[in-house]
Structure formats: structure tokens, C-alpha cells
């Protein structure tokens, strides 16, 4: 008697005993596990050796100063002094700002963004070029966080990855 068996009617129970007869036939072989072993000490001792070259640690330094940032911003002890109708008067203009720059960019970016659809502008060295330029406009806000970041950490690597990281 054959013993065929149709993949419409495999269950979960047919392979699991088929695992168990024949543990050898799931499991990964020597050679991959090595390359997974090698691999994976690899990354480790290269993150490493990048934790070591871009001095890492400076962070932990660099830490106590931009707390000292963090707490100049959020200090109420001398709320009661304040004059509170110029400090709603700049509140409104922050969200005045905040909305026409919003519908402003709006404005402008529903036009422009067509420049960077293929069935519009077809040639694709223009609509590179046109895609790049957003790319531009979307980074300014990332040099931003780069200049606080630089100010807090100073000039190096682990302001640029804590840059890139926000």
C-alpha cells in the first residue's frame, strides 16, 4: 500500500509526528548554525569596535548637560513674576505661526508634489533632482535637533547618531 499523502490535508499533528521521527530533517545543519555563530560575533565585535572608535561613553557625559537643558525648559519656580498677558500674547503667536506655516506648506507642497510622480513628469533624471529637493526640505527640521544635540554633546559622532535616532 503507497502512502501518499495530499498537502491539502497536512495538519499540525501530521508534522509534528513527523518531527519527531525524524528530528535530524527539521533541525539547521552544523555548517548553518556555525555561520549564524560566526555571524552573529561578528556584529557584536564590530559594534564593538564601533562603540570604541566613535567614544561612546561620551554620552553618558554629555548626559548631565543636556538635562541641564531639559530643566531650564520646564522651570516654574518664577511663574509667579512673569507677566502673564505677554506670555498668552507670544502662546497665540507660537500657534499662529505654528497654523499658517502648516497651511502654508500645505499650499505649496500639493503642487510640488506632483513633480515627483512618474506618470507626471516622466523624464527620470528631472523627477530624481525634484525628489532630492523634498528630501532637502524634509532635513532642515533634523539640523535642528543636530544643533541642540551639538550643544549638549558637543562636535562628533554621537550627536549625529543621536540626531539621526530622534
Not at 8 to 13: E, L, M, S
Not at 43 to 72: E, N, P, Q, T
Not at 134 to 155: C, N
Request: aromatic share 12%; hydrophobic share 60%.
Amino acid at each position: 500500500m503507497s502512502a501518499t499523502i495530499r498537502l491539502d490535508r497536512i495538519t499540525p499533528a501530521d508534522i509534528d509526528a513527523a518531527r519527531a521521527r525524524l528530528p535530524r530533517a527539521f533541525a539547521a545543519r552544523w555548517t548553518e548554525r556555525a555561520l549564524r555563530l560566526a555571524l552573529a560575533v561578528a556584529v557584536v565585535g564590530w559594534l564593538g569596535y564601533l562603540h570604541w572608535l566613535f567614544d561612546f561613553g561620551k554620552i553618558f557625559s554629555g548626559l548631565s548637560r543636556l538635562w541641564v537643558i531639559v530643566g531650564l525648559m520646564v522651570d516654574w519656580s518664577q511663574f509667579a513674576t512673569w507677566d502673564h498677558v505677554e506670555i498668552l500674547k507670544s502662546m497665540l503667536e507660537t500657534v499662529t505661526m505654528a497654523f499658517l506655516g502648516t497651511l502654508l506648506a500645505s499650499v505649496v507642497a500639493l503642487p510640488l508634489g506632483f513633480l515627483g510622480a512618474r506618470n507626471i513628469i516622466p523624464v527620470a533624471v528631472l523627477r530624481f533632482l525634484a525628489r532630492r529637493m523634498f528630501d532637502v526640505f524634509r532635513g532642515l527640521d533634523q539640523l535642528i535637533w543636530a544643533l541642540v544635540f551639538v550643544r549638549a554633546m558637543g562636535l562628533g559622532p554621537i550627536a549625529g547618531i543621536l540626531d539621526l535616532r530622534l
